[in-house]
């Protein structure tokens, strides 16, 4: 999943549940470091014959057999098989893992604005058929809807609600707009889509249509005079959004069966906390423009509304309210409930250490028969992978760690391939799991980016400095330089893809991707046109960028495999405690509260010593060649992240249990720090249970820090 809410400077890799950017936000900080960049790379030998062993000519096969089928969650075996078999090539021993899963699948729908005048006007809900682009035309193409949407037909006058966040809606109740009973008609950005359908049902609505707008593609836009796909790199008006309409911010995974694997035979649960009651479904911007022209001289106009976000660049709208428009909307939504199979291909070499394991995991599943950026930009990339570590074994090297590829299904529904699996392997994780790396649009553009757990900050960018990277017809720098160049930050892990479960079970984790700055050609995210054609023609011609992001995962992999030492850096969350701790601070002053934080800064200080002591240990294991030592260094480096867990999770969404970070409750996609004390201040307002979530958050930085003690 992964979406786009790009404002300004560059993007960072893109999941499918997110919109763009990782810089989004206040989260994000800058790590520079002393600039000591060879170029060309100095490699040593293992590290020599892994990246040569990458083929852009290859991935753009391995891409190409991705994009031309049906692989919507549950309905292409013979894909996952063909990619267990493709990393068996490569000497991993692959099987697959089959899960018994809730899904639905489209069947029909139709929207029709009736105007005041009684006119009708029927809205198309398709996406252009073009010649160019073959995989557009297939007959068994995807229809546009929204996974996990509830059927349903309702009629109703409509409201425009912005980006559907909780502060849009208490915006249009201050403005004395009714929301009770009417259909919800709300622009794509921002918040994660199935949060605004939440906001929208929650306030009384009865229907949601969400709209794609071109304000979100910059000066890349055809009322700027850049052509669209498929003449040019500006958004085809025709465009939609697809995509899951889950509440991802309360629980991601198989909604029936919340906190346990789905079998067959698996008791469900009632998934009406995680899943919308209201219908909702996903349309261009070429079919919201008469619905949003007819509120026009109706409620207060967006100017006016003065909300983050409210207004769009939709020609000839002036984004009312529509508060007094008599026309309607008729909206129908048919979908069939499946309990259906799904497959997470798994493949696996052996370490030689038997309780040290690192994972490496891609979604396979797409909205679309194409999907070459996401997810499958990941998939071709995935395999490449498998090949070069194929090469190395050829040579008898064998990792001391345990390599687990996984290439998950039913991602874009709510992560579910990745969260049953996890729900399912979780006893041997806990105690094995040393890191999870992720890859989901590995290519969207030309911009590299990662979001990281802080201890995988040090060796993210260390191995940046190791790739050779092409960036706007340069071939002569490193990754680093480039990442460096668009203001590289590490991102904060909020929610979006497949790391999620492991994140909140205390593994280390990092999500690594490449996406368009402003300027670059727009992405049609979760629409027909992320194919194949588009990809080769505008989001990366000649694969190279695939080429240059599969090598870096390979590298980041390689270490964590076979360094004699695990490259995770305990003491990298030090400094970003007093960044999250200062955000804090603000969020607190801006709520005119006071809190008493003594016991969260002395935790943090407990911690700062014992990542110290910790340091001089690992050294010590170092420097004299110590294994015992080291053994015992790399355990506590593996292990210290999981004390950030507390079991209970956090109010109202017991699945997200990492007390550090967590996708923001009304955002889905964007991460908030301390989230159990900051969501107490700005979603209950209450100061108490802030202050008892002082304590809890305390509490786990201190077992983290406990487990780090020598
Ligand atoms: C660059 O410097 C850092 C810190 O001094 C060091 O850890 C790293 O190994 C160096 N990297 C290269 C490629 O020389
Ligand atoms: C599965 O995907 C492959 C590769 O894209 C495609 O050839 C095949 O037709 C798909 N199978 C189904 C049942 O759609
Ligand atoms: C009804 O109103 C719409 C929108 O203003 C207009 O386009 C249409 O021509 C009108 N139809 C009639 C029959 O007046
Ligand atoms: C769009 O173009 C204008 C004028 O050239 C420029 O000032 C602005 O920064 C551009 N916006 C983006 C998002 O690139
Ligand atoms: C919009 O709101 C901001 C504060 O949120 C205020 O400073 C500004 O004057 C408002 N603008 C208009 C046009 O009302
Ligand atoms: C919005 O309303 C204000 C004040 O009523 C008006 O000045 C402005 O032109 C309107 N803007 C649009 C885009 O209609
Ligand atoms: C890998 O190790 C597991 C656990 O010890 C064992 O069950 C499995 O057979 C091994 N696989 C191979 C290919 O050696
Ligand atoms: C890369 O090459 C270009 C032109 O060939 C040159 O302008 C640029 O300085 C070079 N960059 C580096 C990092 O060497
Ligand atoms: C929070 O801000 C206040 C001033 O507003 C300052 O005195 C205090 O040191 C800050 N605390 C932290 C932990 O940053
Ligand atoms: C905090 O106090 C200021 C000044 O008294 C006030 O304007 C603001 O609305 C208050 N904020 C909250 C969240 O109560
Ligand atoms: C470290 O110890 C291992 C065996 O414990 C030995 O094989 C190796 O040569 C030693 N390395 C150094 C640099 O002393
Ligand atoms: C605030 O939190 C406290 C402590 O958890 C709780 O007892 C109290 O009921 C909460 N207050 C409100 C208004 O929810
Ligand atoms: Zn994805």
Same mark, same amino acid.
């Given at each position: 999943m992964k979406a786009a809410i790009l404002i300004l400077a560059a993007i960072g890799a893109q999941a499918c549940q997110r919109e763009r950017s990782f810089k989004n936000h206040l989260h994000t900080h800058v790590k520079r470091q002393a600039s000591n960049i060879t170029f060309p790379p100095v490699l040593d030998d293992n590290e020599r014959i892994l990246l040569d062993s990458f083929d852009n000519t290859s991935i753009a096969e391995w891409s190409y057999y991705y994009t031309h089928g049906d692989h919507v969650a549950g309905r292409n075996k013979t894909m996952a098989q063909w990619t267990a078999d493709k990393w068996a090539e490569g000497g991993f021993t692959s099987r697959l893992d089959e899960y018994y899963v809730y899904l639905n699948y489209p069947v029909s729908n139709?929207? #029709?604005?009736?105007?005041? $005048?009684?006119?009708?006007?029927?809205?198309?809900?398709?996406? +252009?058929?073009?010649?160019?682009?073959?995989?557009?035309? %297939?007959?068994?193409?995807?229809?546009? /809807?929204?996974? %996990?949407?509830?059927?349903? $037909?309702?009629?109703?006058?409509?409201? %425009?609600?912005?980006?559907?966040?909780?502060?849009?809606?208490?915006?249009?109740?201050?403005?004395?707009?009714?929301?009770?009973?009417?259909?919800? #008609?709300?622009?794509?950005? *921002?918040?994660?889509?199935?949060?605004?359908?939440?906001?929208?049902?929650?306030?009384?609505?009865?229907?949601? #249509?969400?709209?794609?707008?071109?304000? =979100?593609?910059?000066?890349?836009?055809?009322?700027?005079?850049v052509a669209a796909y498929p003449n040019g790199p500006a958004r085809n008006p025709t465009s939609v959004q697809r995509g899951s309409v889950q509440f991802l911010s309360i629980y991601p995974g198989d909604p029936t069966t919340p906190g346990y694997t789905s079998k067959e035979d698996s008791l469900r649960a009632d998934k009406s906390n995680?899943?919308?009651?209201?219908?909702?479904?996903?349309?261009?911007?070429?079919?919201?423009?008469?619905?949003?022209?007819?509120?026009?001289? /109706? *409620? =207060?106009?967006?100017?006016?509304?003065?909300?983050?976000?409210?207004? *769009? +660049?939709?020609?000839?709208?002036?984004?009312?309210?529509?508060? *007094?428009?008599?026309?309607?909307?008729?909206?129908? $939504?048919?979908?069939?409930?499946?309990?259906?199979?799904?497959?997470?291909?798994?493949?696996?070499?052996?370490?030689?250490?038997?309780?040290? #394991?690192?994972?490496?995991?891609?979604?396979? =599943?797409?909205?679309?028969?194409?999907?070459?950026?996401?997810? $499958?930009?990941?998939?071709?990339?995935?395999?490449?992978?498998?090949?070069? /570590?194929?090469?190395?074994?050829?040579?008898g090297w064998r990792p001391t760690r345990t390599i687990v590829l996984a290439s998950w299904d039913a991602e874009e529904y709510g992560l579910v391939g990745s969260t049953e699996w996890v729900e399912e392997y979780i006893p041997w994780l806990k105690t094995a799991a040393v890191s999870y790396l992720n890859i989901d649009i590995a290519v969207s553009g030309p911009i590299p980016g990662i979001a990281a757990t802080p201890d995988l900050h040090s060796i993210g960018t260390e191995v940046m400095k190791k790739i050779t990277f092409p960036y706007r017809g340069s071939t002569n720098q490193t990754m680093y330089d480039v990442w460096e160049e668009e203001d590289g930050e590490i991102g904060v892990l909020g929610s979006g893809s497949d790391y999620t479960s492991f994140l909140h079970r205390g593994i280390a984790s990092i999500d690594v991707g490449a996406g368009g700055g402003p300027g670059d050609p727009i992405y049609p995210y979760h629409s027909n046109y992320d194919s194949y054609h588009w990809m080769s023609t505008f989001g990366d011609p000649g694969f190279h960028t695939h080429k240059a992001m599969g090598q870096y995962l390979t590298l980041l992999l390689y270490h964590f495999a076979n360094d004699a030492s695990v490259p995770l850096e305990p003491s990298g969350y030090v400094p970003e405690f007093r960044t999250y701790l200062e955000e804090l601070n603000s969020t607190i002053t801006s709520a005119n509260g006071t809190l008493d934080l003594s016991e969260l800064t002395d935790a943090i200080s407990t911690f700062e010593s014992s990542a110290q002591e910790f340091d001089e240990l690992r050294q010590l294991a170092i420097s004299s060649n110590n294994t015992e030592l080291l053994t015992v260094a790399n355990q506590k480096a593996r292990d210290f992240s999981r004390g950030f867990t507390s079991q209970g999770g956090l109010d109202g969404r017991e699945f997200f249990q990492n007390l550090i970070f967590a996708p923001g409750l009304d955002t889905g996609?964007?991460?908030?720090? /301390?989230?159990?004390?900051t969501e107490s201040i700005t979603f209950q307002n209450n100061f108490t249970r802030a202050q008892e979530w002082v304590a809890k958050t305390a509490d786990a930085v201190l077992v983290a820090a406990s487990i780090l003690k020598t």
């Open positions: 139709s929207l #029709v604005l009736t105007y005041p $005048n009684g006119t009708t006007l029927s809205a198309s809900l398709e996406e +252009a058929v073009l010649e160019e682009d073959e995989t557009t035309g %297939y007959p068994n193409r995807i229809p546009t /809807f929204h996974g %996990y949407s509830a059927s349903g $037909n309702v009629s109703a006058e409509f409201v %425009y609600v912005g980006r559907g966040q909780q502060v849009d809606f208490d915006r249009l109740i201050a403005l004395g707009v009714e929301l009770e009973g009417k259909i919800a #008609v709300a622009k794509y950005g *921002g918040p994660f889509r199935g949060l605004k359908v939440k906001n929208a049902q929650e306030h009384g609505m009865i229907g949601a #249509v969400i709209f794609s707008d071109p304000v =979100d593609d910059g000066n890349v836009t055809e009322a700027k005079g995680s899943v919308p009651r209201i219908p909702s479904i996903p349309i261009s911007w070429l079919d919201a423009q008469p619905i949003l022209q007819s509120l026009n001289d /109706f *409620g =207060d106009n967006g100017t006016e509304v003065n909300r983050t976000g409210w207004v *769009g +660049a939709i020609p000839g709208v002036s984004y009312s309210t529509g508060q *007094g428009s008599t026309a309607t909307l008729s909206l129908t $939504n048919v979908m069939e409930d499946a309990y259906t199979p799904i497959w997470d291909a798994i493949g696996i070499i052996n370490g030689t250490s038997q309780d040290e #394991v690192i994972i490496v995991g891609n979604h396979r =599943d797409a909205w679309i028969v194409g999907g070459a950026a996401d997810p $499958n930009s990941g998939s071709a990339v995935l395999i490449e992978l498998s090949k070069a /570590f194929g090469k190395l074994l050829e040579t996609y964007a991460p908030v720090t /301390f989230p159990g004390i």
